[in-house]
């Protein structure tokens, strides 16, 4: 490996400066009015390799033969920012040249995964990288697996936020995403005894190229404190809040390139900081601790992802991360995006700020507050321009998913805000009397505060009133919100409503997590399909030409061999070859539903070891889970447990003579779902039916050409539905079914005693068979399902059942299971994020792409 100084030149007279670009002055740090060359020198090998060397010799301060892997790395990731940065500059400034409609997309988190595969891919430099880093004795798979995935998210909400600006700048729509910059994301996921063991995920330690803090550019957010009455110099009555504390919000910029069109976007996240930090005086006098309380107590805002909120104190964080950020972004928009003369009065025709879930709405009494108490506007006018500015996204059907905030805790918090909120509340329940009048149930039934069991603001319910659209995110999800979460809403405002189907981006999750399927579409139809999904269908024809399934079925093989070394090196778990891949990935929650994935599980393992399943007709099968369970859900969290202890007895059972095992592999992220997903075989999508709000993950799976096992329940009506009942595993009740069982009285148990197999499963789990002899271990889930089982698995049981014998069925026929996971594939184009981005465009935004 050769030494190098800098550049590789030992003169500095010899300097290339093709590798230090002036990126010119910014009006603000966050908003940078130059451009610089979008063609440089990275577009040759040899300048990649002289601005890697310049990145590693000045910013990392090492040469090349003494650095190590993560020098590498940091080197190489800023190198390619570099190139990024003059293409953001660019559209920062064509945008606002533009003076152009923007999309603020507002959502508490964003699973983004690795950013250099994805940077590499978008800006078209994966082979000039790999052949500098080759010039150099360096290898670029060994550099990407060093990058340690950011920790902004947690599951589907966060995941499809990451596709969605990804989709719109790959469309050249303009758009920022704002969301909190968390220090220590959500936790990292370990296994002790098989119990789940949460860890600060420590993103951050080893260092964040892809980020840029812009301190200067800090906004101030205040809490707490009351409010006073004041004439202005007209003599109108106005509020003025006056606030007990207060903490900085610090942008960190993240760029978000669009696929091969010189576009990059900004995800904007922000760090909470105290306002006063270090008190030396009180330093001084031997008081450590307290000296740095401002600072700690501010910092927890960004601190954790989602903190428990068992507690008062958690409670309260989370409220004060939601109006954190928003706060900082309407602050950052309306300042730093806006002529400083703009009109207010039609901000509309600059930004449609999307509320993805509930956790932004306290932005709706913000704008207000804003509009009203700083710029001057009257009620009718602020609320004018409120309900022209929000859409909101709703992502759930449970009750419990949709928040109550105490209006004690918003009062205390945030007084000026929940002064408007019962101002909005007044006007809505005007506008409901007078529409309904004499119907005082329903003026009840639809007030934005609820009386019971506490006084609580309802936000989704202020969400829906402010906002110009409400959509759901699939068919189902959207019909059952209009009948069942929102009906008094739906019926007094129908056009407000309306459906986008969520999709996944087909540049990570197909073309980058699955490059031999890649290569094999692109080689029959062209590259198209990458930034048009829908030309999938093209490959139709070919899922009956035994060459191209051969060939289909050599990429799916390729898969099941990268995930066996992936899972064996990261979690010493060793995959059995020929075996079908059973994948159920996706957040722990009883609804969802991994309890009857393991009592199937269960089933067939007591069949062989009782007698009644001869091994060798047994189906050989991979069973691979991965979830995280949320700290205080001890359900989930004994779900957890037992999905471990069955894994371990199983896959040690001499008995099952490797024709079944079953893997937990721990703190499942993207990283891990672009190696799992394109090699698994079946997708296991088992929600009770009207639960499931879409799912992404069952998207992704058809895409990488696995077969779905499922209910009719969120997006699988739409997948069925597409690709056709023969290539999809349908069981279990309908929704309508799942609500009339509910009114008869539902009886588990009834089930239990009715049904040998499951019985059986059962009492195998209570003899403490896979507790090592505690009878008493599993109790509390064996129990749940028995006495109440909210979620009625014990119902879709034998169903479920009938459908895994109907899976090894076609499983047997090799290729009869290829030409249906090719037709998955060929008809899974719908379920692109950049047709969902369509649909929002033309729907509820009205913006443009930028030509």
């Not at 009750?399 to 905030?405: H, N, Q, S, T, Y």
Request: glycine fraction near 6%; include cysteine.
């Amino acid at each position: 490996m050769p030494d190098a100084t800098l550049n590789g030149h030992a003169n500095p007279a010899e300097q290339p400066t093709t590798g230090c670009r002036d990126l010119g002055p910014a009006r603000t740090p966050t908003h940078p009015v130059a451009t610089a060359p979008v063609n440089g020198p990275l577009f040759s090998v040899d300048g990649f390799v002289k601005e890697f060397i310049h990145e590693l010799n000045t910013a990392q301060g090492v040469a090349l033969a003494r650095s190590s892997v993560n020098d590498q790395y940091l080197a190489l990731a800023r190198t390619v920012k570099n190139y990024l940065m003059a293409r953001w500059l660019d559209t920062n400034r064509k945008t606002r040249e533009a003076k152009v409609k923007t999309v603020g997309y507002l959502s508490a988190e964003y699973l983004l995964g690795r950013q250099l595969g994805n940077a590499l891919l978008a800006s078209d430099l994966n082979e000039i990288a790999d052949k500098g880093l080759e010039l150099c004795g360096l290898d670029l798979v060994t550099l990407r697996n060093q990058e340690v995935e950011p920790g902004l998210g947690n599951g589907g909400l966060g995941r499809l936020a990451a596709c969605f600006i990804d989709s719109l700048a790959t469309m050249n729509v303009p758009c920022i995403g704002y969301g909190i910059r968390y220090e220590y994301g959500i936790f990292r996921q370990t296994f002790v005894d098989g119990r789940q063991v949460e860890q600060p995920d420590t993103w951050l330690a080893l260092g964040s190229p892809w980020e840029f803090p812009h301190p200067d550019a800090s906004v101030q957010v205040n809490f707490g404190g009351h409010t006073e009455k004041y004439r202005d110099a007209d003599g109108k009555e106005r509020t003025h809040w006056l606030p007990d504390w207060n903490v900085l919000g610090v942008p960190y910029n993240y760029m978000v390139p669009g696929y091969l069109n010189g576009r990059v976007n900004t995800l904007r996240l922000w760090s909470a900081q105290a306002t006063k930090a270090f008190d030396l005086p009180t330093f001084n006098a031997g008081d450590y601790a307290q000296a740095v309380r401002a600072q700690t107590f501010a910092e927890n805002i960004s601190k954790v992802l989602y903190p428990e909120d068992s507690t008062p104190q958690g409670k309260e964080l989370r409220l004060q991360q939601q109006y954190f950020f928003v706060a900082c972004s309407l602050r950052d928009f309306i300042d730093n995006e806006l002529e400083d003369d703009f009109d207010l009065h039609h901000l509309d025709e600059r930004i449609i700020l999307q509320l993805n879930d509930t956790h932004p709405v306290i932005a709706v009494p913000e704008l207000m507050r804003i509009l009203m108490d700083e710029k001057g506007f009257d009620w009718d006018e602020a609320w004018a321009v409120t309900t022209k500015c929000f859409a909101y996204t709703c992502h759930t059907l449970l009750p419990e998913a949709l928040e109550v905030w105490p209006t004690e805790l918003l009062g205390r918090l945030l007084p000026r805000h929940l002064e408007i909120i019962y101002a909005i509340n007044e006007q809505l329940l005007e506008e409901v009397r007078e529409a309904y009048p004499g119907d005082e149930l329903r003026a009840r039934r639809m007030s934005i505060i609820a009386e019971f069991p506490e006084r609580g603001v309802r936000m989704a319910y202020l969400a829906t009133y402010a906002a110009t659209k409400v959509n759901g995110v699939a068919a189902l999800h959207s019909q059952l919100l209009r009948d069942k979460v929102l009906p008094d809403f739906s019926e007094m405002w129908p056009d407000r409503f309306t459906n986008v189907t969520n999709g996944v981006t087909p540049r990570r999750f197909v073309k980058m997590a699955n490059p031999k399927l890649s290569e094999l579409i692109s080689d029959t139809i062209g590259g198209g399909w990458v930034t048009d999904l829908e030309r999938l269908r093209e490959l139709e024809p070919f899922a009956d030409d035994p060459d191209f399934r051969a060939q289909f079925a050599a990429a799916k093989d390729w898969n099941k061999r990268r995930l066996a070394e992936v899972l064996r090196k990261r979690d010493g778990i060793d995959l059995p070859d020929g075996h079908l891949l059973d994948v159920m990935v996706k957040r722990l929650h009883e609804y969802k539903r991994q309890s009857l994935k393991l009592l199937h599980v269960v089933s067939l393992y007591e069949q062989v070891i009782s007698g009644k399943l001869p091994v060798d007709q047994l189906t050989p099968r991979t069973v691979v889970f991965g979830a995280k369970a949320a700290p205080g859900y001890k359900m989930a969290k004994d779900t957890i447990h037992l999905i471990n202890r069955v894994a371990a007895t199983v896959s040690a059972d001499p008995r099952l003579e490797g024709r079944l095992k079953v893997a937990f592999p721990a703190n499942y992220n993207v990283t891990l779902a672009e190696k799992l997903i394109p090699a698994a075989d079946l997708s296991e999508q088992i929600s009770l039916a009207g639960m499931e709000a879409s799912g992404t993950g069952n998207m992704k799976f058809a895409l990488n050409g696995a077969l779905t096992i499922g209910t009719d329940d969120g997006a699988n009506v739409e997948i069925r539905e597409l690709v056709g009942d023969k290539h999809f595993f349908l069981f279990g009740m309908n929704e309508p079914q799942v609500a009339e069982l509910g009114a008869k009285g539902y009886n588990p148990e009834s089930y239990y005693e009715d049904n040998p197999q499951l019985k059986a499963a059962l009492d195998l789990v209570l003899s403490g068979h896979f507790s090592g002899g505690d009878q008493h271990l599993f109790d509390a889930v064996v129990y749940n399902l028995l006495n109440s089982d909210r979620f009625m698995a014990l119902a879709d049981f034998q169903s479920y059942v009938d459908a895994q014998a109907r899976v090894e069925e076609r499983y047997a026929d090799t290729d009869a299971w290829t030409r249906s996971a090719v037709l998955n594939v060929a008809r899974s184009g719908f379920f692109s994020s950049d047709r969902s981005m369509r649909e929002y465009i033309q729907r509820i935004w009205h913006t443009q792409p930028m030509m």
